[in-house]
């Protein structure tokens, strides 16, 4: 397999595309009434799932192109507080930051001036491509995960398929 060809298939696997439900399509037209609804014997709103993936991608964001990367508390600072909720803006501002950041992960990745082989600097051997592999396979457990929490809350648009 070529650079390039590896290149696509990084950037098909942020983008959650083939065998994974794209982020963009499971937060699609989610009512505003469920944002911070818990669904039975669930300790999380959808919103914290989501908020979630934007917290642990951004880590692994700065873990990549931060040289004086500082690690975060596990689990405080990639969840937020049990009892936080999120308005409507709040929850767009959540899709949005966590969008933004896949599209950076993903200009890195097709960026032909950067070895996905390097080792980060200061890191025990990881590389762009260990980190977008693991951005990418936490995203699609969570993404998955959201999909089925619409599907146990009912908040699927009529007609979804």
């Known amino acids: 397999m070529d650079i390039d060809e590896l290149r696509r298939q990084l950037a098909q696997l942020l983008d959650g595309v083939g065998a994974h439900m794209p982020f963009e399509e499971a937060v699609a037209d989610f009512p505003d009434d469920a944002i911070n609804r818990r669904a039975p014997n669930i300790d999380y709103s959808p919103w914290h ?15 990549v192109v931060n040289p004086d990367y500082v690690e975060a508390d596990w689990p405080a600072e990639y969840w937020p507080d049990r009892e936080a909720t999120a308005t409507r803006s709040e929850f767009d501002e959540t899709v949005r930051g966590f969008l933004a950041d896949k599209a950076t992960l993903r200009a890195l990745v097709m960026d032909p001036d950067r070895d996905l082989f390097a ?43």
């Open 119 to 161: 080792v980060i600097p200061g890191t025990p051997g990881h590389t762009l491509l260990r980190e977008v592999r693991v951005d990418a396979d936490h995203n699609a457990y969570h993404v998955g995960e959201f999909a089925i929490l619409r599907q146990i809350m009912g908040t699927w648009p009529a007609g979804h398929d």
């Open 49 to 63: 799932l989501l908020e979630h993936l934007r917290l642990t991608q951004a880590d692994i964001l700065d873990y």
